[in-house]
């Protein structure tokens, strides 16, 4: 009798665990780096080898970093989204082309239309490392100490800026 009931009890356990993974929302992955200051980075602009951007250029404002690739399929579905956003945020939307080739991340924003204010070439993928990037897209929200208040992982939705990233831009703006 026993014998089944070990196999039976591990069973229960596993769909135990598959229930609750099944409840969790992947964008919402918890972040270390919520509260702290964003890495310092200072890197080619996408568009112009010979202009940069960083995290310091833009302190004094709230902002948000969409990490994003010409290669990434979930990126095309959020670009609708990003291009609204950019209209309606009020804030610099700055880009990070993680892993990417520069051409192609140009043509992509010239065939899709460009949402960025900036965009920072990531070529060899250390900036995203030091932000904790999964895989793209992920997108930050950073405050005017320059101190990342948001991470989500995956495309954003029309729902999520709505709820949750444009709530978040109005509240630091006013702090």
């Known amino acids: 009798m026993t014998r089944f009931i070990w196999p039976l009890a591990i069973f229960a356990v596993l769909l135990a665990l598959l229930g609750a993974g099944l409840r969790l929302k992947p964008q919402e992955i918890p972040s270390p780096f919520i509260g702290k200051p964003a890495p310092a980075f200072q890197l080619t602009r996408l568009e112009s080898e010979q202009a940069t951007i960083g995290p310091a250029d833009l302190r004094g404002q709230v902002w948000v970093l969409n ?43 010239d065939r899709l239309g460009n949402p960025y204010q900036h965009v920072a070439f990531d070529a060899d ?13 992920e997108t930050f929200v950073i405050d005017k100490q320059g101190v990342i208040r948001m991470k989500l992982t995956g495309p954003l939705t029309r729902e999520i800026v709505r709820d949750k990233l444009l709530p978040l831009i109005q509240e630091l703006r006013r702090a």
């Open 67 to 109: 990490v994003w690739a010409s290669w990434c399929a979930s990126c095309h579905e959020e670009h609708p989204v990003l291009l609204d956003l950019s209209r309606q945020a009020g804030v610099p939307l700055i880009g990070l082309d993680y892993k990417d080739d520069r051409t192609k991340g140009r043509l992509w924003l």
């Open 125 to 137: 993928g250390r900036v995203g490392i030091d932000y904790g990037v999964y895989g793209v897209p």
